[in-house]
């Protein structure tokens, strides 16, 4: 019963705080196992004292029992597979982890919940629609946590539905990549120039050919690669006559992100843990007109 009613507070009380369920659920289990501490009398023993005697009578208790697994099919394979293999990979998951935090520093850890980087490019354009699993990256922050650190990290988010940012929050995303839905909203935009984008193309095609590959339409090759053409083509970035139509909608797909992410109103926690140096750096001279 002491269990079922643990289990059942624990459906109740549970509305995304694991450690308040957790201490509710020590504290019932603290206060259930009272009456076996209470009745339950344990047996009296004498005085007991260590023997070289019952060393060697616990091995021999092991080889007695290697030799009775013999007679149930597979159980002797069993054992030895978890000594040497299950064993094993337990204790070296649970010392890289201290390993990862204490002495690499390690602070987040990435997953792959079903999108890549940049999404899946289709041959006739667009990319591929994914189906993220929201509670698979929630039980692995959670997971990372308890290993102080921030929690998990989510990739190529920027194909992802609007409608689904919400949820990032929901389930405590400690960070989220979209460098690639901004890229895109450039490119893609309809003021972005169509001679530019031709000379994107090129650049793509002749700098970046050995890294196409096999059965890659030209739409999807280009999708890739383009991002290496932005450094190439700065100067003629930073000189659109219509920039200012490709700025105002980053502007305002940054204010969307935010209202879905929760993170507007914040100022005033970021002035009190992050202080940003100042750094002035004269222009370069390819930027001067």
């Given amino acids: 019963m002491g269990t079922l009613l643990i289990a059942g507070l624990i459906l109740v009380l549970d509305s995304g705080s694991t450690p308040v369920t957790f201490v509710v659920a020590a504290a019932l289990f603290a ?25 060697v009578g616990s091995w021999a208790q092991l080889a007695t029992t290697l030799q009775d697994a013999r007679r149930v099919p597979g159980l002797l394979r069993f ?30 850890v990435s997953v792959q919940t079903g999108t890549s980087h940049g999404g899946v490019p289709l041959p006739g354009g667009g990319v591929a629609e994914v189906k993220l699993d929201f509670e698979t990256l929630r039980v692995l922050g959670v997971v990372a946590r308890e290993y102080g650190l921030a929690g998990a990290v989510q990739h190529g988010a920027s194909t992802l539905p609007g409608e689904l940012f919400h949820r990032f929050p ?31 193309e ?28 932005l450094g190439e083509h700065k100067r003629e970035l930073w000189d659109l006559e219509n920039k200012d139509d490709i700025v105002a909608s980053q502007q305002a797909k940054m204010g969307f992100l935010f209202e879905q992410l929760g993170i ?26």
């Fill in 31 to 55: 206060v259930f196992s009272v009456p076996i501490f209470a009745v339950v009398r344990e047996r009296a023993v004498s005085d007991y004292r260590f023997r070289v005697q019952d060393a």
């Fill in 79 to 108: 054992l030895v597979a978890r000594f040497f293999y299950t064993d094993p990979v337990n204790t070296v998951i649970v010392v890289m982890a201290v390993f990862a935090t204490e002495a690499i520093g390690l602070s987040k």
């Fill in 170 to 200: 929901e389930v405590e995303t400690a960070e989220i990549h979209l460098a690639t839905g901004f890229q895109n909203a450039l490119y893609e935009h309809e003021a972005f120039p169509a001679e530019l984008y031709a000379s994107v």
């Fill in 202 to 229: 090129r650049f793509c095609f002749e700098q970046c050919a050995d890294e196409r590959k096999e059965g890659e339409t030209d739409t999807q090759f280009v999708y890739k690669t383009r991002k290496k053409a």
């Fill in 264 to 289: 507007t109103g914040n100022k005033a926690v970021v002035d009190r843990f992050v202080t940003a140096p100042e750094r002035h750096k004269p222009i370069p001279a390819g930027l001067v007109g």
